[in-house]
């Protein structure tokens, strides 16, 4: 009975948009992170768990790792996924401001396009920091800002106007891309040393009708208006933005996908 649904949103986020989006950034992550073998780690917000499954390998056998998140749905598609080698990882419920961990728990916390959603972000870099051994490191991967992004722009816009809301209502993955706030989040958190780097990947979508439907059906998913539309109103405003998207997507169009770069800071800190 608690399998997740096939079409249920949590299986599409694993299946579109991790191999095309969040697999490679979590290999960016993982690059800038260096876990160590044995090491203990903490993945915050792990949606369906693409950055626990990467880190695994890294710490091995003797090294742990837990991955938490808030969304039960997303927890249950990351369970049942197959497990990757090295450390078994441990399926956490619970809230990124009130981790469910005792002090000093982790040598590592990360946490992949997570923050942008927190609505107390300074309250969870405390938490992340609270966790963490002394020596520990914690990073955080979130987009710049959505003008670096036009596809994305495009569509967050033709959703907002759709929904006779502004574009800050449905553009919250791109909601924290100044990077002296992401910096005095770590600083304010009392974090030792804090760095931003700057990352690019270029992703590739398969099927961009699907593209614009799954992304602008993901970024409506939080706003009330969208939630109350019947079936076709809902139907007939994802049809006007498809429509709308088509000269953008056919200046982005790379075969039977469509494919763009994408920008993000990492914050690199330690205790
Ligand atoms: C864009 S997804 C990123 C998931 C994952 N890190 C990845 O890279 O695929 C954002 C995730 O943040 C989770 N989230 C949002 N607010 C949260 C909170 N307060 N505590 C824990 N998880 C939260 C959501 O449930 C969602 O899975």
Redesign the pocket.
């Known amino acids: 009975m608690n399998q997740p649904q096939p079409n249920h949103p949590?299986e599409m986020?694993e299946h579109y948009?991790?191999p095309a989006m969040?697999l490679p950034?979590?290999k960016i992550l993982l690059r800038h992170a260096a876990p160590q073998s044995k090491e203990c780690v903490l993945?915050?917000?792990?949606?369906?768990?693409?950055?626990a499954r990467v880190a695994a390998p890294f710490v091995g056998a003797e090294g742990q790792v837990v991955a938490?998140?808030?969304?039960p749905a997303?927890l249950a598609v990351a369970r049942a996924l197959p497990a990757p080698s090295g450390a078994a990882i441990a399926w956490r419920e619970?809230?990124?401001?009130d981790l469910p961990f005792e002090d000093g728990a982790f040598d590592l916390v990360l946490?992949?396009?997570?923050l942008p959603?927190?609505?107390?972000r300074a309250g969870?870099v405390r938490e992340m920091r609270r966790v963490l051994a002394p020596g520990g490191r914690a990073l955080a991967?979130v987009l710049q800002a959505l003008e670096r992004h036009p596809v994305f722009e495009a569509l967050m816009v033709s959703v907002a106007r759709h929904l006779a809301l502004p574009v800050s209502a449905v553009m919250t993955?791109f909601s924290l891309s100044d990077a002296g706030e992401l910096r005095a989040l770590f600083t304010s958190a009392g974090f030792k040393t804090v760095e931003i780097r700057l990352e690019t990947t270029t992703v590739q979508f398969p099927d961009p009708a699907r593209f614009v439907t799954l992304a602008a059906m993901s970024s409506a998913a939080a706003v009330p208006a969208f939630g109350q539309l019947e079936a076709p109103e809902r139907a007939s405003l994802l049809d006007s933005v498809r429509k709308e998207l088509e000269s953008t997507i056919q200046q982005y169009r790379d075969g039977d996908a469509i494919s763009f770069p994408m920008f993000a800071h990492v914050a690199v800190a330690t205790t």
């Open positions: 949590a986020y948009f991790v969040f950034w979590a993945d915050v917000a792990c949606g369906t768990g693409i950055v938490l998140d808030m969304n997303m619970g809230n990124a401001m946490c992949q396009h997570g959603f927190f609505p107390d969870a991967i993955p």
